[in-house]
T-cell receptor, first 114, second 112 residues
Framework: NAGVTQTPKFQVLKTGQSMTLQCAQD?????MSWYRQDPGMGLRLIHY???????DQGEVPNGYNVSRSTTEDFPLRLLSAAPSQTSVYFC?????????????FGPGTRLTVL | KQEVTQIPAALSVPEGENLVLNCSFT??????LQWFRQDPGKGLTSLLL?????REQTSGRLNASLDKSSGRSTLYIAASQPGDSATYLC???????????FGGGTRVLVKP
């Protein structure tokens, strides 16, 4: 059981470039989410999904896109990177209300936008 | 909008002392509350999960209490060790259980 995996671990982008942060889980969890962590701002929810084909916006969704075509994968797309998107990004998953709803987090992706 | 606060932001104690970490939240309509540990440059490790119907949870030296009506949770770590040095985060899940709101964390240093 690998749990929640994220790739890449580190990434440097130039302003205006696009990229996809990958997230996968092998626990058959229904719920998946993306958070960003910034000094002084804590962890904030970007987008979340309660099942395959269902996504919704969190607190800070602007500049990000998500889709959930399978239960296992929940990629986060940066459409046109901006310096304000420099952050550490965490993906999380849980069983949802059918289980304990304990959230498990991936190791994070450290993104720098120049 | 749910707001979660953790005070103090930082704490330093000698080894062997018990740790008491506080978390408060403004909206009592929560699904559950979860405590995490984060080491520098690392991800979040789940420590304890308390469902909204529960008053406390225990795991080894860790004990977490929940008072939903007053919007408070406390994490107790008994007989602290230098390896307990980390940042501790609390997070509450909204009524639907699908979104977490995090506190700012308490950075703990346990001195040998």
């Amino acid at each position: 059981n690998a749990g929640v995996t994220q790739t890449p671990k580190f990434q440097v982008l130039k302003t205006g470039q696009s990229m996809t942060l990958q997230c996968a889980q092998d626990m058959n969890h229904e719920y998946m989410s993306w958070y960003r962590q910034d000094p002084g701002m804590g962890l904030r929810l970007i987008h979340y999904s309660v099942g395959a084909g269902i996504t919704d916006q969190g607190e800070v969704p602007n500049g990000y896109n998500v889709s959930r075509s399978t239960t296992e994968d929940f990629p986060l797309r940066l459409l046109s990177a901006a310096p304000s998107q420099t952050s550490v990004y965490f993906c999380a998953s849980s069983q949802g209300p059918k289980g304990s709803n304990e959230q498990f987090f991936g190791p994070g992706t450290r993104l720098t936008v120049l | 909008k749910q707001e979660v606060t953790q005070i103090p932001a930082a704490l330093s104690v000698p080894e062997g002392e018990n740790l008491v970490l506080n978390c408060s939240f403004t909206d009592s309509a929560i699904y559950n509350l979860q405590w995490f540990r984060q080491d520098p440059g690392k991800g979040l490790t789940s420590l304890l999960l308390i469902q909204s119907s529960q008053r406390e949870q225990t795991s080894g030296r860790l004990n977490a209490s929940l008072d939903k009506s007053s919007g408070r949770s406390t994490l107790y770590i008994a007989a602290s060790q230098p390896g307990d040095s980390a940042t501790y985060l609390c997070a509450v899940a909204g009524a639907a259980g699908n979104k977490l709101t995090f506190g700012g964390g308490t950075r703990v240093l346990v001195k040998p």
